[in-house]
């Protein structure tokens, strides 16, 4: 009996230091190991241990940071990351970035978004200070903005999260697909600015509203194809005669009231069937987790 118990208790042991060890071993696996070089939109830089004093001058990328579970590592964010809303928001620029402003607050890394104003001048720069720069491209599609949660996951050793997230972010999306194919298709306008510049289904915000069935009435317009975000003129908008009308430029004033007294507009569909969404700030335009939210939103109005 004391035998069988005996042999009972060194099995227990062993299998315990097996898990103990696979346990280990997947831990050190999820660990980013430094110094670590990265390339990130053309630009190369190395980060020698793990970043604690972070300065995201991207709104997308500050919503990824703190999505992953990184927000104490940050330092500081620019003047336009507003969410979440305990990100240490600072007078920072991410449009046109001051070099000396940056270097002034000591950062140990420094996410920067290549479309910024002279933004290779400030990494060249930043880069010669010792500075570590993640420079940012703006993502086209869904798969560019997994690359960034998986990128920057790395670089701040978060890398389980980064992957937890964009497993959920991947459920929920194809979820919101999925019942949208039930719905018979349906045209649309997404308006950028009053003047009636739009986006097409080769942008990222296209993207969206492609996966989920929906017509773009700017595909066809004259030079969609060379920018991808074309000015449509109001006469063209009333002959596509939209089913639904989305306003990205709710936050400046635009509504279904003045849409509505837009002159010659009462005879889109749209309009005569009140179907004008007002978009929330922000979430259209951003890269970052919430644009889960946005999926969301759009399958939410076409149903």
């Not at 972070?54 to 919503?63: C, G, K, Q, V």
């Amino acid at each position: 009996m004391f035998r069988r118990i005996r042999k009972f208790g060194v099995a227990v042991l062993a299998l315990s230091i097996l898990l103990s060890s696979a346990a280990s071993a997947i831990a050190r696996e999820n660990q980013t190991k430094y110094p670590l070089n990265i390339v990130s939109a053309g630009f190369a830089t190395k980060l020698p241990a793990k970043p604690l004093r972070i300065i995201s001058l991207s709104p997308s990328a500050t919503e990824i940071l703190f999505a992953i579970k990184a927000g104490p590592q940050v330092l500081a964010v620019d003047d336009n990351s507003n969410y979440p809303a305990n990100a240490p928001r600072s007078a920072l620029s991410g449009f046109a970035p001051n070099l000396e402003a940056i270097v002034a607050l000591n950062p140990d890394f420094v996410i920067l978004n290549k479309d910024s104003a002279k933004s290779d001048a400030i990494h060249k720069s930043l880069t010669n200070l010792g500075i570590p720069v993640m420079m940012e491209a703006a993502a086209r599609n869904l798969s560019d903005v997994y690359r960034e949660i998986t990128e920057i996951g790395r670089a701040v050793d978060q890398q389980a999260k980064a992957r937890n997230l964009i497993h959920t972010m991947k459920k929920r999306i194809a979820t919101v697909i999925k019942t949208s194919k039930r719905i018979k298709s349906q045209s649309f306008f997404h308006e950028l600015d009053n003047t009636l510049y739009t986006a097409t289904s080769k942008t990222f915000i296209g993207n969206v509203y492609r996966d989920l069935g929906l017509i773009n009435v700017a595909d066809s317009a004259s030079g969609a194809d060379s920018s991808g975000y074309p000015q449509l003129s109001a006469e063209y908008l009333i002959q596509s005669n939209p089913e639904i009308i989305f306003l990205a430029d709710a936050q400046y004033g635009e509504s279904v009231s003045t849409v509505k007294a837009r002159p010659g507009w009462q005879s889109i569909a749209a309009v005569k069937n009140v179907r004008i969404i007002e978009l929330p700030a922000d979430i259209p335009s951003r890269w970052g987790p919430r644009i889960v939210d946005f999926y969301e939103l759009v399958a939410k109005s076409i149903k």
